[in-house]
């Protein structure tokens, strides 16, 4: 994995844009952030965490994260596409004044979810509870 760029670098590559703040869009991505929270809640007190529903767990963690991320951005103006956006995204953190600890945190997630959806890296109930316990924490502070 490679070491994250800084926000404004995607600025200047043209994978964010500033634009007109889209509060409408933000309302909607922290909705659905909530609602897979939610769910997630649903599914970890019916089913529970195990090594087989982790990959699951950890991928529903990642969108909550990323939407919420999504939605600071639009309401701050910036959007993101293309190539990279999802790390222009983990990078938008550092302007949020989160730790460093916590952006590699989020970008080792983003990492491993991609692993997770390309090439079916399989991953278990103890790594996903690190990540379900740090995206409650950082739910919080990006809500």
Do not use: W
């Not at 222009?88 to 916590?102: G, P, Q, R």
């Amino acid at each position: 994995m490679r070491e994250l760029k800084e926000f404004e670098e995607f600025l200047k590559k043209g994978i964010v844009k500033k634009q007109t703040p889209d509060e409408a869009r933000a309302k909607d991505l922290n909705e659905e952030a909530e609602r897979k929270f939610g769910s997630l809640n649903m599914i970890l007190d019916k089913i529970g965490l195990s090594d087989e529903n982790a990959n699951d767990i950890i991928e529903i963690c990642y969108d909550i994260v990323s939407y919420l991320i999504r939605a600071k951005m639009l309401l701050r103006g910036y959007s993101s596409s293309g190539a990279g956006a999802h790390e222009a995204e983990v990078a938008y953190l550092k302007t949020l004044n989160f730790s460093e600890e916590d952006v590699r945190f989020v970008n080792q997630l983003r990492y491993f979810r991609n692993g997770i959806m390309y090439y079916g890296k399989r991953f278990d109930k103890e790594y996903a509870e690190k990540v379900i316990d740090f995206m409650k924490k950082v739910r919080e502070r990006l809500k």
